[in-house]
């Protein structure tokens, strides 16, 4: 395995320093290391992170390979800077069963551009029914701890309730896709005055609201611990920072399109900004980034959600929901949280890496970069710039919103257990 | 004018005022024993309707007749949300048939303004009437039809006339164009609608809002009921349509409140003893016929107009991107 000898990094920001990466681990860090026979990399006015851990990912495999597979998603995951991602459950076939869950597992090992976490679905084919056999999951190869019927709530209040009894028994977590169905049939966007002028139906925040609140107090009920996905309105960031003031276990996580765009976008009816929960408005992104930056919020997670092309070249009400994120998540927290102040680099290193392994009970992940410590490392750039160009991801789709853009900051290098995934900025 | 028409709000006064005034110029045609006009000869307007709509379409259809255009129907039965051929695919075979205009009607809020904006074609683009977003050309002739009528008595314009547009707002195309058309035009616009039926942030339009149609009617000088379609009595948008037709049903009783100039309009079909009785839509205050005869007048002006059939006071905008 080859050494690395990484000179003048500057770890969460702080003074430069060589790092010395063999074996796996962070073998030495101090100034003018050297070491015979390995390779160096400069890292001078590079950031180094802790490898990035998200717990929300849509790697679409099995199913829709023609979207995303393991190895893709993956791929993307290591450029931009993960060690680690959660693979959703709403696969075709679901991953509700030990099977289904183990073989995802199994693909991200042979794939080995970043460690597979597959989340188990919380019932059956999602279907909001009956629970599916969480302690098998739990118990395969694939370990799992989360469970969500992402892209579905789990709706009913007794089998939400169940489900985050349940999972006690193997330090699971439920991870709630919060949205009250009656309330956002055939929903397209924030339900606004946008939407009233647009003529499309409207995603009303209290739908996301209301159901966060019921969680949380179920949570609270019945002693469990609670993890809410993509939390996109200053309601339910009000929500969650009352919930945790009570001293209840609730985890809440933002993604990167909830920080930086809003739902003006719809106006162009191009569906490459349709996205669920929908885009909000201004003021529910300055919610979502204060809450952020106080710890409501615990995370960043990106709901990366490849999609095919022709799920979005077409009209709005016919597109599919969802972004492409992996890629571009660090720069975009850049832009919405370091640049203005909001947050420091120990403070991503806590909202990417840290927080999403331990919500995820992932121990090999969310490590501080330490002497002895698994070499999960990310080089970042913060003083590049960048134009985001929608061809040039390593997804096997392309429906990122942010193309054209100019974003700051470019992953270097990525380190998995001390082995380079992502070296000078490509595929290693 | 602008290169498309997919939204009354495209349209400045000046566009809106030339419509009217070039459609009043066509309009005499229709009295003449031939119809028809060179203007749009050798031009290809496609009626592109992934909806049923046969009053709009075949508006539409002889309008572009009278102008001497070619006509294609194209009736794509299924948009790409019930797997059908997708807009895309339409689009490009239209565009590989040469089509000058695309009047596009679509169940999908903002489908002709993907049509317009996503380099497909390069025609011009009419929207006639897209989900719950839009009708413009509907609200021109309406517009049209209220200042044939109320605009002598007011100097030519409709300033400072009130128009009250009643039903069912939230899923109504007609009313956003219509309020937005209207208020371009110098009119005041009061929808009036249960408040299950008016959309969130109604507040920041251009308009008025009244949940009690016997308040606004004596101040009206024309009145628009909208229909309401049967699906919307199972969304429990409100109890029943007996309870809809005794607060915001357009009944003699109620025509009495009206003044003596007002008229009462309706962009049909309607649905006679639910939002209009028989006795209104039939009296003679009603100009729900004349509103057809107009239409074809005023969609003849804006095919006319957008092929470059003319140039006279038309401001040359960019186009919205």
Same mark, same amino acid.
């Given at each position: 395995?080859?050494?690395?000898?990484?000179?003048n990094?500057?770890?969460?920001?702080?003074?430069?320093?060589?790092l010395?990466?063999?074996?796996?681990v962070?073998k030495?860090?101090?100034?003018d290391l050297?070491?015979?026979?390995?390779e160096?990399?400069?890292?001078?006015?590079?950031?180094?992170?802790?490898?990035?851990v998200?717990?929300h990912t849509?790697?679409?495999?099995?199913g829709?390979?023609?979207?995303?597979t393991?190895?893709?998603?993956?791929?993307?995951?290591?450029?931009?800077g993960f060690?680690?991602?959660?693979?959703?459950?709403?696969t075709?076939?679901?991953a509700?069963?030990?099977g289904?869950?183990?073989?995802?597992?199994?693909?991200g090992?042979?794939?080995?551009?970043?460690?597979?976490y597959?989340v188990?679905?919380?019932?059956?084919?999602l279907?909001g029914?009956?629970?599916?056999?969480?302690?098998a999951? /739990?118990?395969? =190869?694939?370990?799992? $701890?989360?469970f969500?019927? @992402? %892209?579905?709530?789990?709706?009913? #209040?007794?089998?939400?309730?169940?489900?985050?009894?349940?999972?006690?028994a193997?330090?699971?977590?439920?991870?709630?896709?919060?949205?009250?169905?009656?309330l956002t049939e055939g929903a397209?966007m924030n339900e606004?005055?946008?939407?009233?002028r647009?003529g499309?139906?409207?995603w009303?925040?209290?739908?996301e609201?209301?159901i966060i609140?019921?969680?949380?107090l179920?949570?609270?009920?019945?002693?469990?611990?609670l993890?809410?996905?993509?939390?996109?309105?200053a309601?339910?960031?009000?929500?969650?920072r009352?919930?945790?003031?009570k001293?209840?276990?609730?985890?809440?996580?933002a993604?990167?399109?909830?920080?930086?765009?809003t739902?003006?976008?719809?106006?162009t009816y191009?569906?490459?900004?349709?996205?669920?929960?929908?885009l909000?408005? /201004?003021?529910? =992104?300055?919610?979502? $980034?204060?809450?952020?930056? @106080? %710890?409501?919020?615990?995370i960043v #997670?990106?709901?990366?959600a490849p999609?095919?092309?022709?799920?979005?070249?077409?009209?709005?009400?016919?597109?599919a929901f969802g972004?492409?994120g992996?890629?571009t998540?660090?720069?975009i927290?850049q832009?919405t949280?370091?640049?203005?102040?909001?947050l420091?680099?120990?403070?991503?290193?806590?909202?990417?890496?840290?927080?999403?392994?331990?919500?995820?009970?992932?121990?090999d992940?969310?490590?501080?970069i330490?002497?002895?410590?698994?070499?999960n490392?990310?080089?970042?750039?913060?003083?590049?710039?960048?134009?985001v160009e929608a061809?040039?991801?390593?997804?096997?789709?392309?429906?990122t919103?942010?193309?054209?853009?100019?974003?700051?900051?470019?992953?270097?290098?990525?380190?998995?257990?001390?082995?380079?995934?992502?070296?000078?900025?490509?595929l290693? | 004018?602008?290169?498309?028409?997919l939204?009354?709000?495209?349209?400045?006064r000046?566009?809106?005022?030339?419509?009217?005034?070039?459609a009043?110029?066509?309009?005499?045609?229709a009295?003449?024993?031939i119809k028809?006009?060179?203007?749009?000869?050798?031009?290809?307007?496609v009626?592109?309707?992934?909806e049923?709509?046969?009053?709009?379409?075949?508006?539409?259809?002889?309008?572009?007749?009278?102008?001497?255009a070619?006509v294609?129907?194209?009736?794509a039965?299924?948009?790409?949300?019930s797997?059908?051929?997708s807009?895309?695919?339409t689009?490009?075979?239209l565009?590989?048939?040469?089509?000058?205009a695309?009047?596009?009607?679509?169940?999908a809020?903002?489908?002709?303004h993907?049509?317009?904006?996503?380099?497909w074609?390069r025609?011009?683009?009419?929207?006639?009437?897209?989900?719950?977003?839009?009708?413009?050309?509907?609200?021109l002739?309406?517009?049209?039809?209220?200042?044939?009528?109320l605009?002598?008595k007011s100097?030519?314009?409709?300033d400072?006339?009130?128009?009250?547009?009643?039903?069912?707002?939230?899923?109504?195309?007609?009313?956003?164009?219509?309020?937005?058309?209207?208020?371009?035009l110098?009119?005041e616009?009061?929808?009036?609608s249960?408040?299950?039926?008016?959309?969130?942030?109604?507040?920041?339009?251009p308009?008025?809002?009244s949940?009690?149609l016997?308040?606004?009617?004596?101040?009206?000088?024309?009145?628009?009921m909208?229909?309401v379609?049967?699906?919307?009595?199972?969304?429990?948008f409100f109890?029943?349509?007996?309870?809809?037709?005794?607060r915001y049903?357009?009944?003699g009783r109620r025509?009495?409140?009206l003044?003596?100039?007002?008229?009462?309009?309706?962009?049909g079909?309607?649905?006679?003893?639910?939002?209009?009785?028989?006795?209104v839509?039939?009296s003679?205050?009603s100009?729900?016929?004349e509103?057809?005869?107009?239409g074809v007048?005023v969609?003849?002006?804006?095919?006319?107009?957008?092929?470059?059939?003319?140039?006279?006071a038309?401001?040359?905008?960019?186009?919205?991107?």
């Amino acid at each position: 395995m080859t050494t690395y000898l990484v000179k003048n990094a500057s770890i969460l920001g702080g003074d430069p320093t060589d790092l010395l990466i063999a074996d796996g681990v962070v073998k030495e860090i101090g100034g003018d290391l050297s070491a015979d026979g390995a390779e160096t990399v400069d890292a001078t006015g590079l950031v180094a992170l802790p490898g990035l851990v998200d717990l929300h990912t849509h790697l679409r495999e099995p199913g829709r390979e023609d979207a995303e597979t393991v190895e893709s998603g993956t791929r993307a995951a290591a450029l931009g800077g993960f060690t680690a991602v959660h693979a959703m459950a709403n696969t075709e076939p679901v991953a509700d069963t030990a099977g289904v869950v183990e073989q995802v597992w199994r693909l991200g090992r042979e794939a080995g551009h970043c460690d597979v976490y597959p989340v188990g679905a919380v019932t059956v084919g999602l279907a909001g029914e009956r629970l599916a056999e969480l302690g098998a999951m /739990a118990d395969s =190869a694939a370990r799992v $701890r989360v469970f969500s019927d @992402d %892209g579905r709530c789990v709706s009913d #209040a007794v089998l939400m309730r169940r489900a985050l009894e349940y999972v006690k028994a193997f330090d699971g977590v439920v991870a709630q896709h919060a949205q009250e169905p009656r309330l956002t049939e055939g929903a397209q966007m924030n339900e606004g005055e946008l939407s009233g002028r647009l003529g499309l139906a409207g995603w009303p925040a209290v739908a996301e609201e209301a159901i966060i609140a019921r969680d949380c107090l179920l949570a609270a009920h019945v002693g469990s611990r609670l993890h809410v996905c993509h939390v996109s309105t200053a309601g339910s960031v009000e929500i969650v920072r009352w919930a945790k003031a009570k001293g209840w276990d609730v985890t809440a996580e933002a993604c990167p399109h909830h920080l930086l765009l809003t739902d003006e976008l719809a106006a162009t009816y191009d569906p490459i900004y349709k996205v669920n929960p929908p885009l909000r408005t /201004a003021a529910d =992104a300055e919610a979502l $980034r204060a809450g952020l930056a @106080d %710890g409501t919020i615990d995370i960043v #997670a990106t709901d990366h959600a490849p999609h095919p092309h022709e799920d979005k070249d077409c009209e709005w009400a016919a597109a599919a929901f969802g972004m492409l994120g992996l890629e571009t998540a660090l720069s975009i927290v850049q832009e919405t949280m370091v640049d203005p102040g909001l947050l420091d680099w120990a403070g991503v290193a806590d909202r990417m890496s840290y927080t999403p392994a331990r919500i995820g009970r992932v121990a090999d992940h969310g490590r501080p970069i330490d002497v002895g410590e698994p070499a999960n490392v990310v080089l970042y750039d913060p003083s590049a710039r960048r134009t985001v160009e929608a061809s040039e991801s390593a997804s096997l789709s392309r429906n990122t919103p942010y193309a054209g853009m100019e974003l700051p900051g470019r992953v270097v290098a990525t380190f998995l257990r001390g082995r380079a995934t992502v070296l000078d900025g490509k595929l290693a | 004018m602008k290169r498309h028409l997919l939204s009354a709000a495209d349209l400045s006064r000046d566009d809106a005022e030339l419509v009217l005034t070039t459609a009043e110029e066509l309009r005499s045609l229709a009295d003449r024993p031939i119809k028809k006009l060179p203007a749009l000869r050798g031009r290809t307007v496609v009626n592109l309707f992934f909806e049923d709509s046969t009053r709009t379409r075949i508006s539409f259809e002889a309008a572009a007749k009278r102008l001497s255009a070619d006509v294609i129907n194209f009736a794509a039965k299924g948009s790409s949300l019930s797997k059908g051929e997708s807009l895309k695919d339409t689009a490009l075979t239209l565009e590989a048939m040469g089509a000058d205009a695309v009047v596009v009607r679509h169940s999908a809020s903002g489908a002709p303004h993907r049509l317009a904006h996503s380099g497909w074609v390069r025609s011009s683009v009419v929207n006639a009437g897209d989900g719950t977003h839009e009708h413009p050309t509907q609200a021109l002739l309406d517009a049209f039809t209220m200042w044939r009528h109320l605009g002598p008595k007011s100097g030519g314009s409709l300033d400072g006339r009130r128009v009250a547009i009643v039903g069912d707002v939230l899923h109504s195309r007609v009313a956003r164009s219509n309020a937005l058309l209207l208020r371009t035009l110098g009119a005041e616009v009061t929808l009036v609608s249960p408040p299950t039926l008016l959309p969130v942030g109604i507040e920041s339009w251009p308009v008025e809002t009244s949940y009690d149609l016997d308040a606004v009617l004596p101040k009206a000088d024309a009145v628009m009921m909208l229909r309401v379609q049967r699906e919307r009595m199972h969304g429990g948008f409100f109890p029943t349509a007996r309870e809809y037709s005794r607060r915001y049903g357009l009944d003699g009783r109620r025509m009495a409140l009206l003044q003596d100039h007002t008229i009462v309009m309706h962009p049909g079909p309607m649905v006679r003893g639910m939002e209009i009785t028989a006795d209104v839509a039939d009296s003679d205050r009603s100009v729900i016929v004349e509103q057809v005869t107009n239409g074809v007048a005023v969609r003849m002006a804006v095919l006319y107009l957008l092929l470059g059939g003319s140039q006279p006071a038309v401001s040359t905008e960019g186009l919205p991107e």
